[in-house]
């Protein structure tokens, strides 16, 4: 009796012991799972390590683990490589099947990384297995509500997260998901998701987040997203209130103070920003990753002086980021640091692979290049740069303004043509395409330029002073007085500033004087052009007293006018 009485002790001590260790494995999980959605992804990853070196047969663990490395690239999508972060977490999800093939959630890990590749052929046949693992009336399968809700969330996540609009087979597993376990919050995180990132529907959004909410007033994932919501709706006042009390639900959710830092940028609040970004990378751990996106940050904030700081610090620790000495050449060239920046950008350049190369890229290189007076180059590279993408039509007119700043005005023309049979040239480019046939006395085409600048611009004088000088060109006797009219706009339309524009004035003063004085000796029995000559040269000399030419004009018109 006593010998039975030890070995059912035995056992229950055995039993009390397992549960013991499940429930802490559970619990490891759920905080490396909170690490993941607080976006501490180098922090997760050590206990997801540790979580299976004590149970390698896990399947949730190796789910969650790869899982971790796609949301650190939906986290930082710009620093952070989609190809490798799929590779790892395929890897785990692959592991995830062989260490527990029964377990259908690797199988929806394994569609979202097929989704992300737009393979979708392969997602569906892995969503065929993972949906064959579930329980049906006609299997024998045995598996808990909250498993087969959580493994129907996944699959619908993986098409919300891949931005696949397929919201017919989304839907129809949340619905299935809510029917096996309502108070799975995930499910309407994933349902609002949906809404609003495929459908655009911000009112059945807030409609799950708020479920959310009212299943676990503690989730500070829907108070973000709720927040999310409000920022788009340019509801900053309502955006902030949620990420505040995202942040008072759980001071350690970096997301929330991230968000937080872009919505104070918003309000020009900057320092208050640069806190919050600072007290999101405290949360991240330091680790580069998070610095990475801090970067980032300081980018889009252009606060060119502090993310050229920590670039230079992430480099010190760690030379192989390739994508920080391309910003590093980005945040030189913003900060006006030109020289420099053109060093880091060939530096990066020459370190970087051909296929990694970026039409941004080559765009920064040719701006530097021209920054740095070396425009017969920077044409080049910057042409080369319009050629990627033939759409940005405007990098055409930097193309231009570098072959006029060595004075290469035969190409500038073409370029300017060319830019103006794509899509009509702006303002500016009509004025310099004009000043450059100005500059090869192609006077003809000057004029038709600068009249259509004029018109476009009828109260900018410097176009006026241009054409008119144009047109004197063309006839520089003024036997036409081609150039008459013009000069004639230009003292009407400087009327209201006669001191700022007194050079304009006293020009076109002269060659009014000029023009009828000229008209005076070809035809001298008309003496009312002689008037009119003394008037404009009496004009010249009230703005310039000691003008020799109109001083010599007027004592030849006093012998005619009595």
């Known amino acids: ?65 790869g899982d971790n490395y796609l949301k650190r690239y939906f986290a930082d999508t710009l620093n952070t490589s989609l190809k490798d972060m799929t590779a790892e977490a395929k890897a785990m999800f692959t592991k995830g099947v062989q260490q527990e093939p029964t377990n259908p959630i690797n199988y929806a890990g394994l569609a979202e990384v097929a989704l992300l590749a737009n393979n979708i052929t392969e997602a569906q046949q892995y969503l065929d297995k993972a949906y064959s693992l579930l329980p049906t009336r006609k299997n024998k399968i045995v598996m808990t509500p909250e498993k087969h809700a959580r493994s129907l969330v996944k699959m619908a996540d993986a098409f919300v997260m891949a931005k696949a609009k397929d919201t017919a087979r989304i839907f129809t597993y949340l619905r299935e998901a809510e029917k096996m376990n309502p108070q799975d919050i995930d499910i309407y995180l994933v349902r609002g998701d949906a809404n609003i990132y495929l459908l655009n529907n911000g009112s059945n959004a807030i409609s799950n987040y708020n479920i959310v909410q009212s299943l676990n007033p503690n989730s500070s994932m829907a108070n973000l997203r709720i927040g999310q919501l409000w920022m788009r709706a340019k509801q900053y006042q309502m955006a902030l209130d949620y990420y505040e009390q995202g942040v008072k639900i759980d001071s350690t959710f970096a997301p929330a103070y991230r968000e937080l830092g872009f919505l104070l940028y918003k309000a020009g609040r900057y320092e208050e920003a640069k806190k919050m970004f600072r007290k999101f990378l405290e949360l991240s751990a330091g680790n580069i990753p998070a610095r990475l996106q801090f970067i980032n940050t300081l980018m889009e904030l252009q606060d060119y002086p502090e993310a050229i700081i920590e670039i230079n610090e992430v480099l010190a620790m760690d030379t192989t980021i390739i994508d920080l000495y391309r910003a590093r050449a980005y945040a030189l060239y913003e900060n006006e640091e030109y020289e420099t920046g053109l060093k880091a950008i060939e530096n990066f350049l020459e370190r970087t692979p051909v296929d990694k190369i970026r039409r941004s890229d080559i765009l920064y290189h040719g701006r530097l290049l021209s920054k740095n007076e070396k425009d017969s180059m920077a044409a080049i590279v910057l042409y080369n740069a319009w050629e990627l993408d033939t759409s940005k039509i405007d990098i055409l007119s930097e193309v231009a303004m570098s072959y006029i700043k060595y004075k290469d005005y035969d190409n500038t023309i ?33 004029a038709v330029m600068f009249e259509r600048f004029s018109v476009e611009q009828p109260t900018y004088v410097a176009g006026f002073t241009w054409w008119a000088r144009t047109l004197f060109n063309l006839d520089p006797e003024s036997d036409e007085g081609l150039a008459k009219p013009v000069y004639e706009q230009i003292l009407e339309i400087t009327l209201e500033d006669t001191v700022k524009y007194h050079k304009q004035r006293l020009e076109a003063y002269y060659y009014m004087a000029y023009y009828y004085y000229h008209q005076y000796v070809l035809n001298k029995k008309d003496k009312d052009l002689a008037r009119e000559s003394m008037k404009y040269n009496k004009d010249v000399l009230a703005i310039d007293p000691e003008n020799e030419k109109a001083k010599q004009m007027v004592e030849a018109l006093k012998r005619v006018i009595k």
């Open 1 to 65: 009796m006593i010998h039975v009485a030890k070995r059912y002790g035995i056992l229950a001590l055995f039993l009390v012991l397992t549960l013991f260790i499940r429930t802490a494995q559970s619990q490891d999980l759920s905080d490396a799972i909170k690490l993941t959605r607080s976006e501490q992804f180098n922090a997760a990853d050590k206990l997801f390590s540790t979580i299976l070196a004590g149970n390698p047969s896990d399947g949730d663990v190796f789910f969650y683990y």
């Open 414 to 446: 073409r370029i300017y043509t060319l830019k103006d049979s794509i899509s009509n040239a702006n303002v500016l480019d009509i004025y310099n395409w004009a000043k450059a046939y100005y500059n090869i006395q192609d006077y003809t085409n000057a």
